[in-house]
């Protein structure tokens, strides 16, 4: 298991969260914590996500987490994704 | 009786649809979608009728892909929506641009369990690029104008737009009308380019980096994906093949990216690829990998493939890369502008094609690309149907006179017309790649053949996928659309009797279909011609006399139960370990 901390700016439609969950269910990675806040100048979601990396059999996929930022990435509705800078820096290292 | 056109979110709809440029639509009514469908009466839009949502959902991934417009679906509410659901996912899978309209309950009726109520937006999600509800009738003109453009920009892909019926008979605040200008920002149109400039700036170092490997390598591959066509990007990657003479080889979607008879490309890689395409890969020092994204069925066992090759690999999509196998270097922008500029710096860095290594690369990759494999056709009782495959595509590119599409349905007809026609455009070979749906061909085709009505439109299927969507016959009856089908039929599951076969046991679990229906009869109780051969001496005279006729035809071709594909490489193996053929076969 690791822990990833993930900042996401996103619009502020309905579909945004249960799309940012749906990806982040399907890749495998466990939500452990999640806050939603909405911007009232911007009218934009500010969410903050820490979710848990699962291992499979006894293995971290160490690309998991860059796959997960890109695909969070690509999606319509959200603007930004920051991860943790522990994140991509352990991943890589 | 012709009422005035009613001005409301539904008419409002059609309008901007035809200011977008869309001419034809496919689609099925009902309830939630019925002011849609009275306007679609009164519009200039031709609206063609299949019969289930799903045919109409292929028909739009069928024009989609062969004209490359955006293919447009309507559906009504519940099992209309979720009746689309495969042909999204099969456009997600094969990144083709498609709007889908669905009418949903009505506002206030929404989360009360309505009749025909279900929450296909969040159905979609997992299956289309993006998905709008629209609550407000004004907002109709904007989100229809953003789903076109959500699906035909970047990577394409497939769009929804749930509309519930309350919104459809909306009075809007304003009326658009057909020749108002698209609300276009020309600051912001500015403001892309420069983006655009930008991100080539900041390309051009990774450029010199593909350049750098592309010179110090001895064995370099080609390896070609659907993106190539999809980026409009086929001539400057044919000038690289030219400028290069380096080996090439396709993926399912990338075939018809290089002419199939072109003396450097090897052939489709992985399961049932050419021994020379995937032993090329293996002994590869250096793939260029072009609007492709290492699908499983290309690469095979992952950690084995390709394992002494750096990578290059040039792709639209972010997410693609290093999402299988690490690139060496990555080039993430539109084909149609990274290619141009790695041409160009390869003229003037790069002089190779005279190296010794590299000819000696090239010769083992030509003289294997010329190894023939003797699959005893001879000795052959009934038709083999490789050769009707090779037949037919001799045929068909003759003629000269008209564009070819031809799609198939998913199974063992599909690897064989894919390893044995060959094509010279990537659209002109439309098969369900990435999400393998069986029941696509014939609605496919059918979709084809509205975008070009004057083309030759041809969809080779099996007895197992050819019932998938039958109905669609009554679409091809309705409209008399002359598509030409050839249904290979082995009264099996054909591609899983094979898999039982090597890997179960022999244990044929479910698919025996020696019991289908009389399909000549079936095509005639449509007003389709049709007949049926099993001898092969009677082949060329039947594709003639198929293609000669003017409407819709069925070549009902039935071929021995128990003929493989082949070379086949078996699951979780290196590509080099392929099954060239069972003994006594």
Not at chain 2, 299 to 324: C, Q, S, W, Y
Request: glycine letters at 6%; charged letters at 20%.
């Amino acid at each position: 298991m690791k822990l990833h901390n993930i900042e996401i700016m996103a619009n502020n439609q309905p579909t945004a969260l249960e799309r940012l969950l749906q990806v982040t269910r399907y890749r495998g990675f466990q939500v452990t914590d999640l806050s939603v806040s909405t911007n009232p100048e911007t009218n934009m979601l500010a969410i903050k996500m820490s979710v848990n990396q699962p291992s499979i059999d006894g293995c971290l996929d160490r690309n998991g987490i860059e796959r997960l930022y890109n695909q969070l990435n690509k999606l319509f509705d959200i603007k930004h994704v920051n991860l943790n800078p522990n994140s991509l820096a352990q991943q890589q290292g | 009786m012709n009422d005035p056109i009613k001005f409301n979110g539904a008419s409002q709809t059609m309008t901007v649809l035809q200011r977008l440029g869309v001419t034809d639509i496919f689609g099925y009514p009902g309830g939630a979608i019925m002011p849609m469908y009275d306007a679609i009466y009164s519009s200039p839009i031709k609206h063609y009728l299949c019969r289930h949502e799903q045919g109409a959902a292929f028909a739009a991934v069928g024009y989609a892909r062969a004209s490359g417009k955006v293919g447009v679906c309507v559906a009504t509410s519940g099992p209309g929506a979720t009746n689309l659901i495969t042909g999204l996912a099969d456009a997600m899978a094969d990144s083709v641009p498609v709007v889908a309209i669905t009418g949903q309950v009505p506002t206030r009726a929404m989360g009360t369990d309505g009749f025909q109520e279900v929450d296909i937006i969040s159905l979609s999600l997992a299956c289309t690029k993006h998905s709008f509800q629209i609550r407000d009738v004004n907002e109709i003109p904007e989100c229809i104008e953003q789903a076109f453009e959500i699906a035909a920009s970047g990577r394409p892909g497939p769009v929804l737009i749930d509309i519930p019926k309350d919104v459809q008979v909306a009075q809007p605040d304003s009326i658009l009308e057909l020749i108002d200008n698209l609300p276009k920002n020309l600051d912001a149109s500015k403001e892309k380019s420069d983006i655009k400039n930008q991100e080539l700036l900041s390309i051009e170092p990774q450029i010199q980096r593909a350049v750098q490997l592309i010179s110090n390598a001895n064995q370099p591959v080609i390896y070609v994906g659907g993106g190539v066509g999809l980026a409009n990007a086929v001539q400057d990657f044919r000038q690289l093949l030219e400028n290069s003479q380096f080996p090439c080889v396709a993926t399912l979607k990338g075939l018809g990216a290089v002419d199939g008879n072109h003396p450097n490309y090897l052939g489709m890689l992985g399961m049932h690829g050419t021994e020379a395409a995937n032993l090329a890969i293996q002994e590869s020092d250096l793939l260029i990998v072009l609007g492709a994204r290492f699908d499983d069925r290309a690469t095979g066992k992952l950690a084995e493939f390709a394992p002494n090759a750096k990578v290059i690999h040039m792709d639209i999509d972010p997410a693609e890369v290093n999402k299988r196998r690490l690139a060496d270097v990555a080039i993430v922008s539109d084909l149609k502008n990274t290619l141009p500029m790695l041409n160009q710096s390869l003229l003037q860095q790069f002089d190779k094609p005279t190296m010794p290594e590299l000819q000696k690369w090239q010769s083992t990759c030509h003289q294997r690309r010329n190894k023939k494999y003797d699959y005893n056709e001879d000795a052959k009782k009934g038709i083999f149907a490789p050769r009707l495959l090779e037949l037919l595509s001799d045929s068909i590119s003759k003629d000269h006179s008209r564009a070819v599409h031809v799609t198939t349905d998913v199974g063992q007809h599909q690897m064989w017309a894919a390893q044995h026609m060959r094509f010279s455009q990537p659209e002109q070979f439309i098969t369900s790649a990435g999400l393998g749906t069986m029941g696509f061909g014939v609605p496919a085709s059918i979709g084809a053949q509205i975008s070009d009505p004057s083309g030759l439109n041809i969809c080779v299927t099996g007895d197992g996928s050819f019932m998938m969507n039958i109905q669609e016959l009554g679409t091809i009856k309705r409209y008399q659309i002359p598509i030409k089908i050839v249904l290979i039929d082995n009264s099996r599951l054909g591609l899983v009797r094979q898999w039982q076969q090597l890997f179960f046991e022999e244990r044929y679990s479910e698919t025996d279909l020696s019991d289908n229906p009389d399909f000549v009869a079936l095509a005639k109780a449509f007003d389709i011609e049709a007949r049926m051969i099993n001898q092969k001496d009677r082949l060329e005279q039947s594709i003639e006399e198929m293609l000669a006729h003017e409407g819709p035809y069925l070549l009902h071709v039935k071929i021995d139960a128990f003929e493989n594909v082949w070379p086949l490489v078996p699951p979780d193996t290196a590509n080099d370990e392929m099954m060239i053929s069972l003994q006594g076969e």
